[in-house]
């Protein structure tokens, strides 16, 4: 409950802009992809960062594929080898709670695809990409807002 309240606080003074400037986590994997090497975390966008000729890694910045905006994408797309092209998801709270999409080899996201048959929300680790489908695992750990704020 303490941090939710620091969190908030930290909002409101204008020290924390996660709509804006992301959450900054992007700590699970890198991938290069669009033009970019990107860090990538499951919570955000990805950032696009660039290794200096000293070994440094400069943060370029959060990085939204030349797309309308969108809040977060796996830390895991699978790249084409033959083609440049980046396959990734993105899940929320709110339906669809999963979506599917493209990112070009220029790195311009394509739309998504919404999965309607993940009908409520998952979280959804990893996935695998053929020629022809995009294979999900949906896991049993689900997060349901309403009975967390029943149960305290």
Not at 27 to 35: E, K, Q
Not at 46 to 74: C, E, Q, W
Not at 79 to 91: C, M, R, V
Not at 135 to 150: E, N, P
Request: charged share 15%; proline share 6%.
């Amino acid at each position: 409950m303490a941090r939710w309240l620091l969190t908030i606080a930290r909002v409101l003074a204008g020290q924390f802009s996660p709509m804006i400037n992301g959450f900054g986590l992007a700590n699970t994997s890198v991938a290069l992809f669009g033009g970019y090497l990107f860090a990538l975390g499951e919570s955000d966008l990805p950032y696009a960062i660039k290794l200096t000729p000293n070994g440094d890694i400069v943060t370029l910045g959060r990085h939204a594929f030349y797309s309308n905006p969108f809040l977060n994408m796996t830390a895991h797309p699978k790249i084409d080898p033959n083609t440049g092209e980046a396959f990734a998801f993105g899940y929320d709270i709110f339906p669809p709670f999963l979506t599917y999409f493209r990112i070009n080899e220029e790195g311009i996201k394509q739309d998504d695809t919404p999965i309607h048959s993940l009908t409520s929300s998952s979280f959804i680790h990893d996935f695998a990409v053929t020629k022809n489908y995009a294979i999900f695992s949906y896991g049993y750990l689900q997060g349901k807002i309403t009975s967390r704020s029943r149960s305290r």
